[in-house]
C-alpha cells in the first residue's frame, strides 16, 4: 500500500464523491481477484499441465514477485506519473496476461503469464491506497480508507466462489479468459469518476526522492514490512492451499472453492474491527501481538488435529480456519495505521508502506512454496502447523525493537499540521 506525499498529482478543480473512491475500490477487488483465481482452479491446471505440488505452490506466489522488488520504485513511481493513470495500466496489464495466461500450453509459460499479472497487481494496488487517500471526500475518508483494508478478503470470497461454482462447468482456461474481460470493468469508471492527474513540476522528482531517502535510511519501516511479512506469509500458504486441503480430505464438486471463499471473505470482518479498538486505545502492537498468538492456535487446531476421525470433523475444521482468517484481518488494518505514524517529519509516508508492501510480499512469495514443501516432506497437511506458527512466533518477537509509534507530522486526512495543530488546508482557511 501507498499513501500520497506532497508530490502526489492530482487535478484537485474536479470534484471528488464517494463514486470516485469506491471505482478505486473496485479496481483493486478486480486486481486481486487474479490471485485467488488459482486455488480452485489447482486441480484442473495440474491434470492439464501435470504440474507439480512444487509448482502449484510457486504459481501461488510467483505473482507478488514483482511486488518483492519493485514495490517501493512503484510507489514514488505513481506520485510522479500519475497515480489514475499507474492504476488503469495495471488492470490493462492483467488483462493481457491473463488472457496469455489462457493459451498455456506448460507450466512454464503460465509462470510467466502469472508474473506478468504481478506486475499487474503491483501498479494497481500500491497506488490505490494513495489515490483512495487523494479523492475520497474528508468526511468518509476513514470509511474509505477502512474499506481499503477489506479488498484482499473481498476477492478472496468473490474470486473463489466464482470460480468454483464455473469451474464446474467450464474449465480453467475459459476461466482465465472471463477473468480477462473482468478486470477492464472499473476502468471505464476510473476515467470517468476519478479526477485526471496533472503533470508534476519537475522539482516534485527532486523532493520526492530525498525524503524516500531519508525514510529508508530508518529502522522501523523494515522491521515493520518482515512482521507484515509474517502474517501474510501464513494466510497466503493457508488460503491458497485450502480447496486442495479440502479436496484431500474428501469434498468434491464445488464445496472446496465455496468454503475456502467464505473463510478468505471472513478476513474482512478482522480489518473493519481494527479501527474501534485503536479508537478505544488499544495499541497497534497489543493488536498484532495477541492475533499473532490466536492465529497459532487456531492453526494448531485446525491441522494438528486430525479431523476425519470425528463424524463432523470436517465442518469444525472450516470454522476453526474461518477464525484463523477473520482474526488475521485485524494484521493488515493495524499494521498500516501503525505505518503512517512513524514516518519522520522530514520522511514519506508513500516510502514507508512502499517498503512495506515489497517485504511483506517476500512473504506472500515464500509462503506457499514452503508451505507446499513442508506437506511434501512430511506427507500430509498436519505438520503445517509448524511454519504458521513458527512465523507467528518471529512477528511476535520483533514488536520489542518497534516501540510506539510516534505522533506524525501527518494526520489521517493526509495534510500536515501547523504548529499550532491545525492542517495546512484549515490553517489557510482561518486566513
Excluded at 9 to 30: F, K, N, Q
Excluded at 177 to 190: D, G, N, S
Excluded at 382 to 405: I, K, Q, V, Y
Aim: net charge positive; proline share 5%; glycine share 12%.
Amino acid at each position: 500500500m501507498a499513501l500520497p506525499s506532497h508530490a502526489t498529482p492530482i487535478d484537485d478543480t474536479e470534484a471528488t464523491t464517494d463514486r470516485a473512491w469506491l471505482a478505486v475500490l473496485a479496481a483493486g477487488i478486480a486486481a486481486a481477484m487474479h490471485i485467488w483465481k488459482l486455488p480452485a482452479a489447482l486441480g484442473g491446471i495440474q491434470a492439464d499441465l501435470g504440474t507439480s505440488l512444487i509448482q502449484a505452490g510457486l504459481l501461488l506466489g510467483i505473482i507478488q514477485l514483482a511486488s518483492v522488488v519493485g514495490g517501493l520504485a512503484t510507489a514514488v513511481g505513481g506520485e510522479m506519473a500519475g497515480l489514475r493513470r499507474l492504476l488503469i495500466l495495471g488492470l490493462v496489464l492483467l488483462s493481457g496476461a491473463s488472457a496469455v495466461g489462457a493459451a498455456a500450453p506448460s507450466t512454464e509459460w503460465l509462470m510467466a503469464a502469472r508474473t506478468l499479472e504481478g506486475i499487474g497487481f503491483l501498479l494497481a494496488v500500491v497506488v490505490a491506497p494513495a489515490l483512495i487517500r487523494k479523492v475520497a471526500p474528508p468526511q468518509r475518508l476513514n470509511i474509505a480508507l477502512a474499506s481499503w483494508a477489506t479488498f484482499q478478503g473481498t476477492a478472496t470470497l468473490i474470486g473463489l466462489s466464482a470460480g468454483a461454482l464455473f469451474l464446474q462447468a467450464g474449465g480453467w482456461r475459459e476461466w482465465w479468459l472471463i477473468m480477462a474481460v473482468l478486470t477492464l470493468l472499473p476502468v471505464p469508471l476510473l476515467l470517468r469518476r476519478v479526477p485526471k492527474d496533472v503533470a508534476p513540476a519537475e522539482a516534485g522528482l527532486r523532493h520526492a526522492l530525498r525524503r524516500v531517502g531519508r525514510t529508508v535510511a530508518t529502522r522501523r519501516p523494515w522491521i515493520i514490512g518482515v512482521v507484515f511479512a509474517c502474517y501474510t506469509a501464513q494466510w497466503m500458504a493457508v488460503l491458497g492451499f485450502l480447496p486442495s486441503i479440502y479436496r484431500s480430505a474428501g469434498l468434491d464438486g464445488p464445496w472446496p472453492g465455496i468454503l475456502s471463499a467464505l473463510v478468505g471473505g471472513v478476513n474482512a470482518i478482522g480489518a473493519l474491527s481494527a479501527g474501534p479498538l485503536i479508537q478505544r486505545g488499544i495499541s497497534e502492537r497489543s493488536i498484532i501481538f495477541w492475533t499473532f498468538l490466536s492465529m497459532s492456535a487456531a492453526s494448531v487446531a485446525t491441522f494438528a488435529v486430525n479431523w476425519d476421525r470425528f463424524g463432523n470433523g470436517i465442518f469444525i475444521q472450516v470454522v476453526l480456519i474461518a477464525a484463523f482468517s477473520a482474526v488475521g484481518g485485524l494484521i493488515p488494518a493495524a499494521m498500516t495505521s501503525y505505518s503512517v505514524r512513524i514516518a519522520a517529519a522530514d520522511g514519506s509516508v508513500t516510502a514507508v508502506l512502499g517498503l512495506t508492501q515489497q517485504i511483506f510480499n517476500v512473504g506472500n512469495f515464500a509462503g506457499p512454496m514452503l508451505f507446499a514443501l513442508l506437506a511434501t516432506t512430511t506427507g500430509g497437511w498436519g505438520t503445517t502447523w509448524w511454519l504458521t506458527c513458527a512465523l507467528s512466533c518471529l512477528g511476535m518477537g520483533l514488536l520489542a525493537p518497534l516501540g510506539r509509534a510516534a505522533k506524525s507530522d501527518f494526520p489521517a486526512n493526509g495534510k500536515p499540521k501547523c504548529k499550532a495543530g491545525h492542517t495546512s488546508l484549515q490553517s489557510r482557511k482561518r486566513r
